[in-house]
T-cell receptor, first 115, second 116 residues
Framework: SAVISQKPSRDICQRGTSLTIQCQVD?????MFWYRQQPGQSLTLIAT?????????ESGFVIDKFPISRPNLTFSTLTVSNMSPEDSSIYLC????????????FGPGTRLTVL | AQTVTQSQPEMSVQEAETVTLSCTYD???????LFWYKQPPSRQMILVIR??????QNATENRFSVNFQKAAKSFSLKISDSQLGDAAMYFC?????????????FGQGTILTVHP
């Protein structure tokens, strides 16, 4: 596995503003993903963060709302733009380590509340 | 695309007893993997156990084991000698190859309560 950290761990934001969430891994990883977990719900994949190129977004998620960067093999950011209360969720990054491309390990999550 | 269904929103168990959490899935892929993740109130998603679809032998990790019934597309989790620290939300998940490569699909989750 890998040690994964996320910043911030939680935040309370005003509607209309943007928040950037960071995901840092202690080793180079093959793949990185971003998930959203709405209150009381399961996890939904937002996008795959591709190193050095544009992220691959799932249906229902767009780059203008959730821009993602991945400048290297250990770091990625997710920005939640022009926030509304409906964006209040836990945002989690996950990584795939080494050659075992099927198993994802998760960061501790960022709890976002939008007022 | 794959789907994962957990039909038990909540389960409870007495400490030291055994509990089984149910999960069914559906996928058209022949190459896939199944997982159980645990999410305690700290919200950290913790990998509990992993099963390769091509393996008939059920995976086991200490007190955690699965009953993998491939024909029935069933993947239940058995927790033996339950401990207070096992209390959490448990998610069943599936990942496949092909066009859905890398995409983990989760069930709705089961809240497990452990009574002392």
């Amino acid at each position: 596995s890998a040690v994964i950290s996320q910043k911030p761990s939680r935040d309370i934001c005003q509607r209309g503003t943007s928040l950037t969430i960071q995901c840092q891994v202690d080793s180079q990883v093959t793949m990185m993903f971003w998930y959203r977990q709405q209150p009381g719900q399961s996890l939904t994949l937002i996008a795959t963060a591709n190193q050095g190129s544009e992220a691959t977004y799932e249906s229902g998620f767009v780059i203008d709302k959730f821009p993602i960067s991945r400048p290297n093999l250990t770091f990625s950011t997710l920005t939640v733009s022009n926030m509304s209360p409906e964006d209040s969720s836990i945002y989690l990054c996950s990584v795939v380590v080494g050659l075992s491309t099927d198993t994802q390990y998760f960061g501790p999550g960022t709890r976002l509340t939008v007022l | 695309a794959q789907t994962v269904t957990q039909s038990q929103p909540e389960m409870s168990v007495q400490e030291a007893e055994t509990v089984t959490l149910s999960c069914t899935y559906d996928t058209s892929e022949s190459d896939y993997y199944l997982f159980w993740y645990k999410q305690p109130p700290s919200r950290q998603m913790i990998l509990v156990i992993r099963q390769e679809a091509y393996k008939q032998q059920n995976a086991t990790e200490n007190r955690f084991s699965v009953n993998f019934q491939k024909a029935a597309k069933s993947f239940s989790l058995k927790i033996s000698d339950s401990q207070l620290g096992d209390a959490a939300m448990y998610f069943c998940a599936c990942i496949t190859g092909g066009t859905s490569y890398g995409k983990l699909t989760f069930g709705q989750g089961t809240i497990l309560t452990v009574h002392p």
